[in-house]
């Protein structure tokens, strides 16, 4: 059996704080957790914010904003876009730093803590993971996995889902082939993103309105070790870029 | 607490199994689990099989398999594609008649009991899964909410996650707009495809080498009723198509 536990009775939490700290205050981890936290508050502990009062918006900017929406914020979007993978004005689908595609970047504004900030994506999301998973293990003696997730939409299909953006401890995908299944056949096309399966899990126990940012699950075999860029098509094998 | 509770002890599925009655022979279900049901045993069990010695390849098939695949295959990943979205031959992927996006159009033929037979995606999963809710209710009392899952790739991420193909019994998508988060914000962008969610969740517990095609999602606030249709984004809004 494998347990969801949403973890209750987090501070707000600010630049600087120490989020393993602040997990191991409230919830009891143990050894082959994976310990699943919103991207939302990592990038807050690492100050990841923006002031949108600090921002100056550009001409190209103010075009892409269509009026919509503040061109601010789309000011922002492309400075962390490396390359704009599809747009409709305003809504622009990016490619981050980080090999990500998704909409608008990743910054988000919702939550900030304050009524004027953006959220943009941590610098490096597996160097967040590994980080967090480090100090819990310093702190609490617990050997647990970690995955940054965050919630991305998906084309061809309606609705977001969450996905691993930084992970450690854990092999994000499980390559089955090789194997062989209950009749004996070899499995062919069976790599499976565990990482984005635990993520998305996670979301399930999150109750995103009420804002329970990190997620316990408990039970899944953990194996191996890894990158969530391992969660990253290369670019010269999509079909759809 | 959410769990996620395999079901063994299944039997090979066969055409014309009662798949309800194979379930609750091995599981206590309780009102309000959600029963994620692997596409694969629900097709075996609706008879959605073709033997490949049946199969004749056209010209266009002995193209696509490019001397890779078994061109018979590719006739009847053909047959079962509205339209071809992308082509890297072999390599298909293809529009179902039900609106999804998958790869080889969700034509299968591991697990498939016997060497030569491929699986094809049911005619309809939402009224699969609505047949399997309504005769889990009736053989047991419980009122439980179904979904038929498959294992689909993703545009720009590697590896599969489960989804939703059929869905009855909870609303596939929850929608927050218009809800409060913490800071008292409004969220905007907040269509969890939690339908999804819950067959990546599933697929954790499933450990798919030893072909356990049933687990039972227990504690997730069940909401509604819908259609896995809901799932699929119209055409007109696809910026991927």
């Known amino acids: 059996m494998i347990s969801l536990l949403p973890v209750a009775g987090l501070p707000e939490v600010r630049p600087g704080d120490d989020l393993a700290a602040l997990i191991a205050a409230v919830a009891r981890l143990e050894d082959r957790d994976v310990v699943v936290v919103a991207q939302k508050v990592v990038s807050k502990a690492e100050g990841r914010l923006v002031r949108l009062a600090d921002v ?35 809504f622009i689908v990016s490619e981050t730093r980080h090999g990500l595609i998704c909409g ?12 004027d900030m953006l959220v943009l994506l941590p610098e490096d999301p597996d160097a967040s993971a590994r980080k967090l998973r480090d100090a819990v293990r ?34 994000p995908i499980r390559d089955l082939r090789g194997t062989h299944d209950r009749d004996g056949r070899v499995l062919r096309s069976t790599l499976i993103a565990v990482a984005d399966e635990l993520a998305a899990a996670a979301d399930l126990a999150r109750r ?3 804002g329970v940012p990190v997620v316990i699950v408990r039970g899944f075999p953990i194996e191996g070790d890894g990158s969530a860029q391992e969660l990253v098509m290369p670019r010269e094998r999509s079909l759809f870029d």
């Open 208 to 210: 995103k309105e009420s």
């Open 56 to 90: 100056v918006a550009s001409p190209r900017a103010i075009e892409l904003a269509a009026g919509e929406v503040d061109p601010r914020e789309i000011e922002v979007i492309l400075a962390e876009t490396e390359r704009v993978v599809r747009l409709r004005a305003p």
């Open 138 to 171: 310093e702190q609490t003696g617990a050997d647990v996995a970690v995955i940054v997730a965050d919630s991305f939409g998906r084309p061809f299909r309606m609705g977001t889902t969450d996905v691993a953006i930084g992970v450690a401890g854990l092999a």
């Open 104 to 115: 608008s970047a990743g910054v988000d504004h919702s939550n900030s803590g304050e009524d």
